[in-house]
């Protein structure tokens, strides 16, 4: 079964600082990767995605993710964090053949601090 | 830009009574799914739904769980006898297709008291 791992429950950075969020995959062949934010007491929001093309994706929000199939990686990064980017980031990852359902990770709560 | 809306956003019930939590994909949309998130833990995989029949369901969703498109714009999910352990955010979802990814609602908070 496939599944994501997202290293660090809470990750804590200053405005202005890089935000690295980091998602590893675990599948026997290169699946669909996806990026989620949650906002306080809102829904899901599709941040990125990777399909199979290009392995650097550029999300919304100024987010993006690279695909590393020999790292099974898929870091979510934002070269300058803002005070509107506290959240919950979660990382989920589909099969590309058959079965279309998301698997998620435990997700991380990002804290950004003057 | 096209939305999933969920009715309620909140639904308190008492233990051992049906609920019906309400979806309306959006328009294009072919696959729907049904996922939930008890506080504090992440998204779960309840049930995914193609061609008016269930494509795919978790352990979670027994046969207490029950989904149906009633029309061409609805997409419901019943549970028929509510237990304490099912008070979650459940949230509707939609997609064309895997790889266009998956707009979820807002989410009705279920508590079951």
């Known amino acids: 079964a496939q599944s994501v791992t997202q290293l660090g429950s809470h990750v804590s950075v200053s405005e202005g600082a890089l935000v690295l969020l980091r998602c590893n995959y675990s599948?026997?062949?290169?699946?669909?990767l996806f990026w989620y934010v949650q906002y306080p007491n809102q829904g899901l929001q599709l941040l990125l995605k990777?399909?199979?093309?290009?392995?650097l994706v550029k999300g919304i929000n100024g987010f993006e993710a690279e695909f590393k199939k020999s790292e099974t990686s898929f870091h979510l990064t934002k070269p300058s964090a803002h005070m509107s980017d506290a959240a919950e980031y979660f990382c989920?990852?589909?099969?590309?053949?058959?079965?279309?359902?998301?698997?998620f990770g435990t997700g991380t709560q990002l804290k950004v601090e003057l | 830009e096209p939305e999933v809306t969920q009715t309620p956003s909140h639904q308190v019930t008492q233990m051992g009574q049906e609920v019906i939590l309400r979806c309306v994909p959006i328009?294009?949309?072919?696959?729907f799914y049904w996922y939930r998130q008890i506080l504090g833990q992440k998204v779960e995989f309840l049930v995914s739904?193609?061609?008016?029949?269930?494509?795919?369901k978790s352990e979670i969703f027994d046969d207490q769980f029950s989904v149906e498109r009633p029309d061409g714009s609805n997409f419901t999910l019943k549970i028929r006898s509510t237990k304490l352990e099912d008070s979650a955010m459940y949230f509707c979802?939609?997609?064309?297709?895997?790889?266009?990814?998956?707009?979820f609602g807002s989410g009705t908070r279920l508590t079951v008291v």
């Open positions: 328009s294009n949309h072919l696959y």
């Open positions: 979802a939609s997609s064309e297709g895997q790889a266009y990814g998956y707009t």
């Open positions: 739904f193609y061609n008016n029949e269930i494509s795919e």
């Open positions: 990777y399909t199979s093309a290009a392995t």
């Open positions: 989920a990852v589909s099969p590309t053949g058959g079965g279309n359902k998301l698997t």
């Open positions: 599948s026997s062949v290169p699946p669909y």
